[in-house]
């Protein structure tokens, strides 16, 4: 692996830093504290062609490769995680999926609208009483005589879910268990489908996410995503990529706490001198720059897998672990250095923390990553 980044990747990461500085940082605050969309961020990222960034050339999109993605990320996250949310569903999750498992056509229909930001998408899996567990999901998706199905259920925590032009939905077509379940390419705009925010959360107070309900949607067979009963490898195969990047927005997040102390500990004074100066100050800076380092590699060695189309399942699981671990960890650090300072939101310190928090939950739990990390290690499944 090549730690040494590219020309191209360079000025990639230059132009997306400056972007985001310029119109992420400043309304992150005012859109956390009130629960408001980024719509100007969203714009922005249309505006610029970001939006498509991974997509294939060939359906208008940016074709860039993993690391450029994970680096991109990184630079939204470190503006304001909300931003990043959207993007790593939309590109990682819904259209990396149609690259891997769509048709021709899946592909034309699909990709050309999502790499404009015309169509966003969001990634139906989770559901109210099954989060940890996909393979026993209620959802239900009912072959119609003459063709297509009807769908059923309800999935709930679901980025984007109600901006979305399409929704990735895992349903049980078959038996029990894994290999009953397939994948649906679902426009929103069907009768049957509603979407309906959730507010009040915790962290990612700006970004969209929403309980959906499927009462009896109907769908050609031409929504059918990888054959039936292919719908969690679907999934999995999503959430390898999703993990990754919410390595890679964990990353940013700690980067920008770090940032935050190392400022805010230059300039504010204690017993006569800066708290940079203090022992105790400088090992929670020190503790962070390394979380933020080993995040960074580990998040990069996983891109580099994908790039060279090895399996990069192990490293994402890793990557994801240790960079939302040590994001709660940089974050929580940032806070102690603001002291009461950083308990209010006139400083970032708390929506740092915030953030990062949740990232310890979806996409596979801090707990079930180290399930999966034990497994591949021992072949022995602790399920």
Not at 160 to 180: D, E, F, K, P, Y
Not at 237 to 262: H, K
Request: glycine share 12%; charged share 20%.
């Amino acid at each position: 692996m090549d730690l040494v980044l590219s020309d191209e990747q360079r000025a990639v990461r230059a132009a997306v830093r400056e972007w985001v500085d310029e119109v992420v940082v400043p309304d992150a605050a005012r859109n956390d504290r009130e629960e408001r969309f980024p719509q100007e961020a969203l714009d922005g990222l249309r505006k610029t062609g970001f939006v498509g960034m991974t997509i294939p050339e060939e359906y208008g999109g940016g074709g860039a490769d993993p690391l450029t993605y994970v680096l991109f990320i990184e630079e939204l996250s470190r503006g304001d995680a909300n931003v990043r949310s959207i993007m790593s569903v939309h590109l990682g999750l819904v259209a990396g999926s149609i690259q891997r498992w769509g048709d021709q056509q899946q592909r034309a229909h699909w990709l050309p609208s999502m790499a404009t930001g015309q169509v966003l998408g969001c990634f139906g899996l989770t559901e109210p009483d099954h989060g940890s567990n996909p393979a026993d999901l209620r959802a239900s998706a009912e072959a119609l005589p003459g063709g297509g199905w009807r769908i059923s259920g309800r999935k709930v925590f679901i980025t984007n879910g109600s901006i979305a032009g399409v929704a990735l939905v895992m349903a049980r077509t078959g038996g029990q268990g894994a290999r009953g379940i397939s994948a649906f390419l679902v426009p929103t705009d069907l009768a049957g489908f509603t979407a309906t925010p959730i507010h009040g959360k915790l962290g990612l107070r700006s970004c969209d996410t929403a309980e959906l309900v499927l009462d009896g949607v109907e769908v050609g067979s031409e929504a059918l995503l990888g054959g039936e009963g292919a719908g969690l490898k679907v999934a999995l195969s999503a959430l390898d990529d999703g993990r990754m990047s919410i390595a890679a927005s964990c990353t940013g997040i700690a980067q920008a706490a770090l940032d935050a102390m190392v400022r805010y500990a230059g300039q504010r004074q204690q017993f006569g001198k800066p708290i940079a100066a203090h022992q105790l100050v400088q090992e929670l800076i020190a503790d962070s720059a390394v979380d933020v380092d080993a995040s960074r590699l580990l998040t990069w060695a996983t891109a580099d897998l994908k790039a060279r189309g090895e399996n990069h399942s192990l490293a994402a699981s890793k990557a994801k672990l240790f960079a939302t671990e040590a994001s709660v960890r940089v974050a929580n650090a940032c806070i102690q250095v603001h002291g009461g300072y950083g308990y209010v939101d006139e400083y970032p310190a708390a929506k740092f923390l915030r953030d990062a928090r949740v990232t310890t939950l979806y996409e596979g739990t801090s707990e079930i990553q180290k399930l999966l990390i034990g497994r591949a290690l021992t072949g022995v499944s602790a399920f």
